[in-house]
């Protein structure tokens, strides 16, 4: 008699190996953050720190200290780099903060509607200021170009997405080159640096600036995915705020395509501002759970997630480029 074969849990991504890979090198970057975020005028550090100890993944400077670790650098450049990333990632939560009117974020009351959008959008600069001289100080041109460019491409990105508010006849294409810029772009720039400051050639630099991309597409869909699929003490934000605020994400994009013409219908309304209220709300997640857009969103984040892991392929298999590749697949499983 044979024993039965009892299958193993399947064990889900995680964010661990990254973690515990880049917390020796994170404390570091904290205590630069911390240091730099300071001003003469109080204000100014209340603000910041209102978002920044909120939490968040830090997935952006990890992403530079894992790069880091996977090609060997010994140096500690990257420190001050990260948290120049990091500081233009605060930046334009802030910004976007007051241009959505979003009243959550991180878990806790937006710091627009606690400090005011005057000075939300001021210390936004100021963060964006802070970044420029940590990349001035660390003297490389290269790694301002990058950095400075992302910075533009990312401002070019929210411009974009702005303008296609309530306009239902978004592409996809057109929802992923936004997404590209707004988001993917300081991922991709965020790993590339690590490459620049370890003085690697041009391929290395080349597959970790396409890890960070695809991984950021991938987490943005995913993102947009949540915003339609779990509650707003998972998420950290609220529940429908791409909904009222009539972006037209992939979920929706994907629903308004496969919908009937009384479906459309909802769809043209909702996404031009006339029906938002809560039931309007419950009757989108209906139409988009009718026609699998969430899992869709997801399905297209895989495949952004594995193009992130293929990239890595040409760095030695060790604990960074694992680290890396799981890091990569929990963006995807992630409910949060």
Same mark, same amino acid.
């Given at each position: 008699m044979s024993a039965e074969v009892v299958p193993l849990p399947r064990k889900e991504p995680s964010l661990a190996p990254i +973690?515990? +890979?880049?917390?020796?090198?994170?404390? !570091?970057?904290n205590t630069v953050i911390l240091d730099r975020m300071q001003s003469e005028i109080p204000l100014i550090p209340a603000l910041a720190g209102h978002l920044i100890s909120g939490g968040?993944? &830090?997935? &952006? %400077?990890?992403?530079?200290l894992a790069g880091a670790d996977l090609v060997g650098y010994q140096g500690t450049r990257h420190h001050k780099l990260a948290a120049a990333v990091e500081f233009i990632h605060t930046a334009t939560l802030l910004h976007d903060d007051v241009v959505d009117g979003s #009243?959550? &974020?991180?878990?806790? #009351?937006? !710091? @627009?509607?606690?400090?005011? @959008? %005057?000075a939300t959008v001021l210390v936004g600069d100021f963060l964006f200021s802070r970044a420029f001289e940590l990349m001035v100080e660390d003297g490389s041109l290269k790694v301002l170009k990058i950095l400075a460019g992302a910075s533009s491409i990312i401002a070019q990105g929210e411009v974009d997405q702005l303008v296609?508010?309530?306009? =239902? /006849?978004?592409? #996809?294409?057109?929802? +992923?080159?936004i997404i590209g810029a707004k988001t993917a772009v300081l991922f991709a720039a965020a790993s590339r640096i690590a490459a620049v400051v370890a003085?690697?050639? #041009?391929a290395e630099e080349r597959a970790l600036d396409d890890y960070g991309r695809n991984l950021g597409i991938a987490f943005q869909l995913v993102d947009d995915a949540i915003d339609y699929d779990s509650d707003a003490a998972e998420m950290g934000k609220d529940r429908g705020d791409d909904f009222r605020e009539g972006k037209m994400t992939l979920?929706? =994009?994907l629903a308004y395509a496969r919908g009937n013409d009384e479906e459309r219908r909802f769809w043209q309304e909702a996404i031009a501002g006339f029906r938002n209220e809560d039931e309007d709300l419950a009757h989108a997640i209906e139409l988009i759970r009718k026609h699998d857009s969430v899992n869709a969103t997801r399905e297209r984040a895989r495949h952004f997630a594995e193009r992130a892991?293929?990239? +890595?392929? =040409?760095? %030695?298999?060790?604990? !960074?480029?694992?680290?890396?590749? /799981?890091a990569a697949r929990f963006a995807v499983s992630r409910g949060y």
């Amino acid at each position: 008699m044979s024993a039965e074969v009892v299958p193993l849990p399947r064990k889900e991504p995680s964010l661990a190996p990254i +973690l515990s +890979l880049t917390a020796t090198a994170m404390n !570091a970057v904290n205590t630069v953050i911390l240091d730099r975020m300071q001003s003469e005028i109080p204000l100014i550090p209340a603000l910041a720190g209102h978002l920044i100890s909120g939490g968040g993944k &830090r997935m &952006r %400077p990890m992403l530079t200290l894992a790069g880091a670790d996977l090609v060997g650098y010994q140096g500690t450049r990257h420190h001050k780099l990260a948290a120049a990333v990091e500081f233009i990632h605060t930046a334009t939560l802030l910004h976007d903060d007051v241009v959505d009117g979003s #009243e959550t &974020r991180r878990g806790k #009351e937006a !710091a @627009n509607l606690v400090f005011g @959008n %005057p000075a939300t959008v001021l210390v936004g600069d100021f963060l964006f200021s802070r970044a420029f001289e940590l990349m001035v100080e660390d003297g490389s041109l290269k790694v301002l170009k990058i950095l400075a460019g992302a910075s533009s491409i990312i401002a070019q990105g929210e411009v974009d997405q702005l303008v296609s508010q309530r306009v =239902i /006849e978004t592409s #996809e294409d057109r929802y +992923l080159h936004i997404i590209g810029a707004k988001t993917a772009v300081l991922f991709a720039a965020a790993s590339r640096i690590a490459a620049v400051v370890a003085e690697r050639d #041009e391929a290395e630099e080349r597959a970790l600036d396409d890890y960070g991309r695809n991984l950021g597409i991938a987490f943005q869909l995913v993102d947009d995915a949540i915003d339609y699929d779990s509650d707003a003490a998972e998420m950290g934000k609220d529940r429908g705020d791409d909904f009222r605020e009539g972006k037209m994400t992939l979920p929706v =994009i994907l629903a308004y395509a496969r919908g009937n013409d009384e479906e459309r219908r909802f769809w043209q309304e909702a996404i031009a501002g006339f029906r938002n209220e809560d039931e309007d709300l419950a009757h989108a997640i209906e139409l988009i759970r009718k026609h699998d857009s969430v899992n869709a969103t997801r399905e297209r984040a895989r495949h952004f997630a594995e193009r992130a892991v293929d990239a +890595l392929s =040409i760095f %030695p298999d060790g604990k !960074a480029r694992a680290a890396m590749t /799981e890091a990569a697949r929990f963006a995807v499983s992630r409910g949060y």
